[in-house]
DNA sequence: CTGAAAGCGCTAACAG
DNA sequence: CTGTTAGCGCTTTCAG
């Protein structure tokens, strides 16, 4: 075989050459460097222009010690909810221009580890870890080697360790009160999973806005899921199965609130009449469904460019962030799927 | 606060140290050469492990001139489909060592242009672009640099352009084939976005899977849709408001055949009784959804590792691949969402 | 304002 | 088997 070999690619010399000036003038325009007489800039512009120059950016980094490159770690992106917070990452990256180098888990923990200790370390400045699993076996090993980065979506607070996150109590308690004002009194809930930290703060909120309306807490009323639709599918199924099912659930994620409209619907419940639906996240799915769902919004993408720029600002220690865990708020978003129970109950609920 | 300065990084020098020997055998044992004295390589080892030292890949990537980064080019990553793909890319780079350097355009072709002719090429030794658009304006740039890369779905064969797609007008046949001897005579299709290449070659599969077995085409049958869910509602809403409602339908892909389902659902039409549905992809919820759905299944993470693989072989001068266009095989996947026509039409079409 | 020169951390001949 | 020695392409003093 022996096509031509990748052709030698041109370098500041060439341009140097070209251009007749030293090699360390092109360096200096390529950086915008300010004294440069304007002819000469001129002329290494037009010469690397010609020859078509791409600065080497491993020379470049190797001697500024810089990538210039973040390091994202997901768990997969296969919803929504991550992909929305990768937009997030992502705009903010690019404004800063860096590089994102992506590394999905596929949900293998050890991947997570071998990742982030090994791999991430040799090409990127810093690491952002989307709803993280194992931190706690590389978290120590990082911030001991003071090596920056920042966890979207986790809530323990360990020393020295960033995060950022929302306001899950306050969601799961708004949307709570949101269908108790509505007037329903069995409010079904399915959580996330379990060994997800907003898990229980939500399971909490929802308890809690329980209790501050005097309504009593009932077992029969929460089912545990996993954040994925099927999940919300059999939960929901579940709820609609019992003697006296809820007129009304919450349930810990957008996807299995589909899940729940889905049960519902298939087993001839109208939503909102029959049924109401709250989900958790406001994913771009919410605004299409049939009906378009009620949620608590997370502002996913800010939880994501904030991280981005928390990040970014401790690998270039403009500062130190005084506060190590940003949660941003949340907000109830009222769509379609939740109404009042009172004309239904009166057509076919006795009590 | 003030964090001690980000410690010095530890290279092979520091390890050279520490072990007693020179730096160059030090770098011997990192890339496993052979000829290295097993107690030597021992020390090495030792001291490697006692000092954290990690390779700094800038470096390394300087003087090979080969970065082990590839970079990948997608829309964005918030459908299935593109999930799948990369999750066949992902395993791909993983086995061979290389890593992933993603860039989003987000729909604005600006950007998809500006990123492959800046910055990919600075980090990256090839490049990955999922379902392109704008790929007229780039192409030639990049093969006259002679800079490999592998277009996925993608159909216009141009000298010196690989790329990976799939069967996708046998696909249509099939399927439509498949609803023919079911015993349906009038199929509504829903299309994809018709600027990409595939929704014509799908379109016409199922226009000749009609004539090959003496069925007429009705354009009344034929909606155009997008790939996105909404379309597909609306698609089957369309549909099933016909005076003649079609038995059947088949959408250009899963997600708008989820909006067909939801649509016959929300209108009491029972799937597959009264409505068959079958969708495009194959993508993972197909078999969560009530009923599973019937669909083609395209074979995306092997789509996606067997672009990796032909970029791989590019970049590694491996041999050229001697055909450009690879075209993996589509399959038919008969689940739940499609029956006879029959049992339904004798007990008439009321709802 | 601009050249010269010293490395950044590592690989790869080249001698032993 | 192992040490020495050139660079890889670029940034950054240090002198003019």
Do not use: C
């Amino acid at each position: 075989m022996n096509r031509p070999r990748t052709k030698r690619k041109v370098t500041i010399k060439d341009v140097a050459r070209e251009a007749d000036v030293s090699y360390s003038t092109v360096s200096r325009v390529v950086n915008n460097y300010k004294y440069v007489n304007s002819e000469t800039r001129e002329k290494v512009v037009e010469a690397m222009e010609r020859l078509g120059y791409i600065a080497n950016q491993q020379a470049r980094s190797l001697v500024k010690g810089r990538s210039q490159v973040i390091g994202l770690l997901i768990h997969s992106f296969e919803t929504s909810y991550v992909a929305e917070i990768v937009r997030g990452i992502d705009d903010a990256i690019a404004d800063a221009q860096y590089d994102l180098l992506l590394y999905t888990t596929h949900r293998r923990a050890e991947r997570e580890t071998t990742y982030v200790s090994n791999i991430a370390h040799g090409l990127a400045d810093g690491l952002l870890v989307v709803l993280p699993r194992g931190v706690e076996t590389y978290m120590d090993s990082l911030s001991k080697q003071s090596y920056p980065f920042v966890l979207i979506d986790y809530q323990a607070t360990s020393d020295g360790v960033y995060a950022v996150g929302s306001t899950n109590w306050q969601g799961a308690y708004d949307a709570t009160t949101h269908l108790i004002k509505l007037g329903h009194r069995r409010i079904g809930f399915i959580t996330g999973d379990m060994f997800v930290g907003s898990s229980e703060d939500r399971l909490n909120g929802y308890r809690d806005a329980l209790a501050a309306n005097g309504l009593p807490y009932d077992p029969d009323l929460v089912y545990q899921g996993d954040f994925f639709k099927p999940k919300g599918f059999d939960g929901g199924r579940a709820f609609l199965d019992l003697e006296k099912p809820p007129t009304a659930v919450l349930a810990s994620n957008d996807e299995m609130a589909f899940g729940v409209m889905e049960a519902a619907l298939g087993l001839g419940y109208r939503v909102p009449e029959d049924l109401s639906i709250v989900g958790f996240d406001d994913i771009p799915q919410t605004v299409d469904s049939h009906p378009p769902l009620t949620t608590v919004r997370q502002p996913l993408q800010e939880m994501g460019s904030t991280a981005t720029k928390l990040l970014l600002d401790l690998i270039e220690e403009a500062g130190e962030p005084e506060v190590p865990y940003i949660k941003l708020p949340t907000e109830l978003i009222v769509r379609q799927s939740t109404a009042s129970p009172d004309d239904s109950m009166l057509l076919n609920h006795s009590r």
